[in-house]
């Protein structure tokens, strides 16, 4: 399964092995799942922004199985355009956590995930960089 793995997978398969479980995390568990995100508690126990948490949380596990089924089936050229995808999501992180005062998660989602979507833009992981 794994005859072509490359160091240059690594980050690919860290966001999948990452994102797939962390987002199930928020049906059973909202509030854990929006402390553990970095969101400020007066967000983690409103109960309305539980169901938000867990369809927006349904959808990052979404492209988690998206690579690994990409990954699985050497696909890697795939993988690298969701992981470019994801420049959005680091984008609307960092801006969503600002503006709510978490600031050090700001910082933290927007740099780590804008790292995983640079990787992706440059087509790293199928090695086209």
Known sequence: MFEQFSL???PALFVAVC???G??????DPEGAIR???????IAISQPAHPIQ???????SALGMAIWGLYL???YRAVDVVLASMSWIAVVDGLVCYQEGAYRTAVW????TGVLGVWGLCGMTAGRN
């Open 19 to 21: 994102v797939v479980p």
């Open 54 to 60: 867990a369809l927006g949380s349904a959808r990052i």
């Open 8 to 10: 240059r997978h690594i």
């Open 73 to 75: 089936t050497r696909q």
């Open 109 to 112: 989602r927007a740099i780590s």
């Open 23 to 28: 987002g199930m995390m928020a049906l059973w």
């Open 36 to 42: 553990l995100f970095g969101l400020p508690e007066r």
